[in-house]
């Protein structure tokens, strides 16, 4: 059986679901580095993916964000 990289499974993983953020990614493949996974993808593959940015108040009351990656299929 050939052993997949991040990239790949990352890739695989927006293709099922549409999206992926830091906290599903570190969940599923271990990967801590998903922006530059995602620059991967955009500039060495070409794929649109787009950014969005998510507030959330953390445990301290704090705003803070995260960012959603969405991947944006080619309509043929």
Known sequence: ???MNKT???LLYLE???QINSWEAIKEFGATRL???IFNLRHKYN???RSQR???ID???DKSYFV???YEREEN
């Open 1 to 3: 059986m050939m052993k």
């Open 8 to 10: 790949k499974k990352v």
């Open 16 to 18: 099922e679901k549409g």
């Open 35 to 37: 922006s530059a996974i």
């Open 47 to 49: 794929l649109n993916i």
């Open 54 to 56: 998510r507030q959330f």
């Open 59 to 61: 445990r301290y009351g």
């Open 68 to 70: 959603d990656y969405i």
